[in-house]
């Protein structure tokens, strides 16, 4: 009959004209890689468009493609909007492959999802970081306080004999050793920018051997740097510290007399190490209030004593930096101590 015959052509039609749409389509397909998935994307030029739903064709891959830009810089994707478009598009053209856009919209979902995952797992890691820190000053506070009870009668005893061995050979780091010996606990307490690296490093280095039970490996050193390993004496981990010392050449009083005379002062120390030895360091040896933050990246805690700012820096979970560097005082100790 004639109206079969025009169903027939009608369907023939219809088959022609979506495999010509489909074949068409060949140069307008890429593939973008989303998260780890490969994505075909369609992208039609606008004067390209047959389409009754040509507004929101336009509209839904202009909106892809502030997503797609929006994924290479990490930032989270509008979806909705998005979603309502491609649906007007299905309603007004049932013809248009709508596909192409409805599975990249489906990647950026999965891409949010997992950028929202990722948000959450940092925030729990700086908040475990946080209590982790805080629980290792109040730990440490507690022993630090019960040993300098128990030590008081030590360092009287230390002070005395000191003073009678400086007062003998009439050293003139007397003034400044015994105001060091006087304010800290630690027999091998010193400042450290400004003044000669042989007396800070042979304090310092004294401390580290009996106080925290470390034991010298090696170092080396030439006029403008010096650095020394230190490792536990007893330990069943890859623990360590390197302590690296950066300095100018002066013309103040070398603490050990030195061929060419020149006294090398300290300008900058940094001691990095495993996180269990650094965080000990920092708060026994110095005995001063710390206060949160700081201005430098990566910056935890910091504290100022005389001329050096004192900084703990975390540069992964498992090594931190103590950084002493000039603070906003500037000391002289050389004159202020009167070694000359």
């Not at 979902?109 to 000053?137: F, G, P, T, V």
Request: aromatic share 12%; proline share 1%.
């Amino acid at each position: 009959t004639k109206t079969m015959k025009k169903l027939i052509l009608l369907l023939v039609y219809i088959l022609f004209f979506n495999n010509l749409f489909s074949q068409n389509l060949t140069k307008y397909i890429k593939k973008y890689k989303i998260l780890n998935d490969s994505i075909e994307i369609l992208r039609i030029p606008e004067n390209k468009i047959k389409s009754a739903a040509k507004g929101y064709i336009t509209y839904v891959q202009n909106r892809l493609d502030k997503a797609y830009s929006n994924y290479l810089n990490k930032q989270e994707v509008e979806t909705d909007i998005t979603t309502m478009s491609i649906n007007s598009i299905k309603s007004l053209d049932e013809s248009w492959n709508s596909t192409y856009y409805v599975n990249e919209l489906n990647a950026y979902k999965n891409y949010n999802k997992q950028l929202e995952s990722d948000i959450e797992a940092e925030k729990e890691y700086q908040i475990q970081r946080k209590y982790q820190i805080q629980d290792s000053i109040n730990k440490d506070n507690e022993i630090k306080e019960k040993k300098r009870k128990d030590s008081l009668s030590i360092i009287r005893t230390k002070k005395e004999i000191e003073k009678d061995s400086l007062d003998h050979f009439k050293n003139p780091y007397n003034i400044l050793e015994r105001h060091l010996n006087g304010i800290s606990e630690h027999y091998g307490f010193s400042y450290f920018v400004g003044l000669d690296i042989n007396f800070v490093n042979i304090r310092f280095s004294t401390y580290l051997q009996t106080d925290m039970n470390l034991a010298y490996i090696n170092g080396q050193s030439n006029n403008n740097f010096s650095t020394q390993k230190y490792t536990p004496k007893i330990t069943t981990e890859d623990e360590y510290i390197n302590v690296n010392y950066y300095l100018k050449n002066t013309n103040n009083i070398p603490y050990v007399k030195t061929d060419d005379n020149i006294c090398r002062v300290i300008t900058k120390c940094e001691i990095i190490g495993t996180t269990d030895i650094i965080i000990k360091i920092f708060l026994n040896y110095w005995d001063q209030d710390i206060k949160l933050g700081g201005y430098k990246q990566g910056e935890i805690v910091h504290m100022t004593i005389m001329g050096d700012r004192i900084s703990l820096m975390g540069i992964s979970p498992n090594v931190y930096k103590i950084l002493i560097e000039k603070g906003n005082a500037t000391c002289d100790y050389y004159a202020t101590f009167k070694i000359k």
